[in-house]
């Protein structure tokens, strides 16, 4: 029956189909199938086999933003290594870490791509891969300044990141770069250009727009600020003003627990004692401790470890408690960019130095 109804066809387009129809039928549907066939075969998967050395057994994560969302893979090593696949729609930054969140490496990964490549936890720069072009380049290039990586020179580090990134404005590699290699602390406003010159397709893919939102507090020139009046949550479980108009220098820190306590910050405090004391001076602490609980314990241990601790209690340095102190100087028009941070203003709310230099602050607080 089969053989009967294959022959009827077969007539028919003798008949029906002249043969040159037939060729030129064939020759236009045999270039679509295999369009088809090639579309079928690449559903978006990449893969990685990677090799982390000097790690062992143990496991890895990689994680990448897609669809909307960071993905995250388990991808267990057994002597460094591992094999993972993923699915994506368009090219991705693809960071392995350890199971305790210490970073291995990073590569670009795009849909169909398998790559080959090996990551020295000791060593970010001694990076070897195949398979996708950026990842290619990005190996190089860490390999070609594999010795200001290894000396942690910033300036050169920076210097390199500078230059290729001019070059390659809409390489992929130049947005790991200014991602996850170049040093922000005191280049930012350099950061902030070299970011602007990325295409746009280059700072999506390296998730870089949260770096320039980060970037924005550090550039802002000072004298263009106005510290104003703002009342905050003090230790007397009760709001306090805090006017620069009464002072003739106020200084706002943002701190947290650990950069409350740090050296740095103390050795300042102590050298503004005397001014705070003649009250010709309002040092305003601004914790950012997520509860009151661990942000009282914080000045405890900041008072006990003061050289003059009755200076930390006077009533010239308030400290003070706010849910969301970021929030409040933004509103404010004051800027906030981490922890610790620090404002200097004089009685007219001009602001004469923000930033997170506790010297630069120090001299501004002390400057008549």
């Not at 008949?15 to 270039?31: D, I």
């Not at 050298?271 to 040092?283: E, F, K, P, T, W």
């Amino acid at each position: 029956m089969t053989n009967q109804l294959s022959r009827r066809i077969n007539a028919f387009y003798r008949h029906v189909v002249p043969q040159r129809c037939l060729g030129a039928l064939w020759g236009t549907m045999l270039p679509l199938m295999l369009l088809l066939l090639t579309a079928c075969g690449n559903d978006g998967t990449f893969r990685i086999n990677g090799q982390i050395e000097n790690f062992g057994t143990g496991n890895l994560r990689v994680v990448y933003y897609a669809d909307g969302a960071v993905q995250s893979v388990n991808a267990p090593a057994v002597d460094g290594k591992f094999a993972m696949t993923g699915r994506i729609d368009k090219p991705v930054l693809a960071r392995i870490y350890t199971g305790n969140g210490v970073i291995a490496g990073r590569l670009i990964a795009r849909p169909g791509e398998t790559i080959e490549a090996t990551f020295n936890i000791t060593d970010p720069s001694a990076m070897s891969v195949s398979g996708d072009d950026d990842s290619e380049r990005l190996a190089k290039f860490l390999k070609e300044n594999s010795e200001s990586f290894k000396s942690n020179d910033a300036a050169a580090i920076n210097s390199a990141i500078d230059k290729y990134v001019r070059d390659n404005r809409s390489r992929l590699a130049s947005g790991v770069l200014m991602a996850d290699f170049y040093r922000f602390n005191g280049y930012e406003r350099q950061a902030n250009e070299l970011i602007g010159l990325l295409d746009d397709k280059v700072t999506a893919v390296a998730t870089l727009n949260g770096t320039v939102q980060m970037l924005q507090p550090l550039i802002v020139p000072a004298d263009s600020l106005r510290l104003e009046s703002m009342r905050l949550y003090c230790r007397g479980d009760s709001l306090q003003l805090i006017d620069p108009r009464k002072s003739a220098r106020t200084l706002v820190m943002i701190t947290d627990a650990s950069s409350r306590c740090s050296d740095s910050v103390k050795a300042a405090l102590s050298v503004l004692a005397r001014d705070a004391r003649s009250g010709r001076l309002l040092i305003a602490d601004i914790s950012c401790d997520p509860d009151t609980a661990s942000w009282l314990a914080s000045l405890k241990s900041a008072s006990a470890s003061a050289k003059d601790s009755t200076a930390l209690n006077h009533r010239q340095f308030p400290r003070l408690w706010s849910p969301a102190p970021f929030n409040i100087l933004s509103g404010e028009a004051i800027p906030a960019g981490r922890q610790p941070w620090f404002v200097v203003a004089d009685s007219t709310g001009t602001v004469h130095y923000c930033g997170p230099s506790v010297s630069a602050a120090r001299d501004a607080a002390t400057t008549r």
